[in-house]
Nanobody, 122 residues
């Protein structure tokens, strides 16, 4: 399974970004995709996840009022829509594939992309 993130860039505070996670090589219908981020010197942080089969989503409390997630099954692509961006959202954003569901714990994800940099200026 391969995952490729894209869409990260420099954006001003208050702006919006849509990140994409293109997934290829999947051979199972279950499971889901999660989005995480990691800022310098900090641990990888769960943002949200979505299941392939029923498109069920759940988000971290810290972002659930600003971030949404949806998928295009035909393209095997999951999108993270981020609104009201803040300087503290600056991080590398990663997507991962959880073959068993859409967990909040990073250890559940066996496959990861290389990440895309999001920088929010004040």
């Amino acid at each position: 399974v391969q995952l490729v993130e894209s869409g990260g860039r420099l954006v001003q505070a208050g702006g919006s970004l849509r990140l994409s996670c293109a997934v290829s090589g999947r051979t199972f219908s279950a499971g889901g995709v999660g989005w995480f981020r990691q800022a310098p010197g900090k641990e990888r942080e769960f943002l949200g996840a979505i299941t392939w089969s029923h498109r069920l989503t759940h988000f971290a409390d810290s972002v659930k009022c600003r971030f949404t997630m949806y998928m295009d099954n035909a393209k095997n692509t999951v999108y993270l829509q981020m609104n009201g961006l803040k300087p503290e959202d600056t991080a590398i954003y990663y997507c991962g594939e959880d073959s068993g569901g859409a967990a909040q714990e990073s250890q559940a994800y066996a496959y990861w992309g290389k990440g895309t940099q999001v920088t929010v200026s004040s």
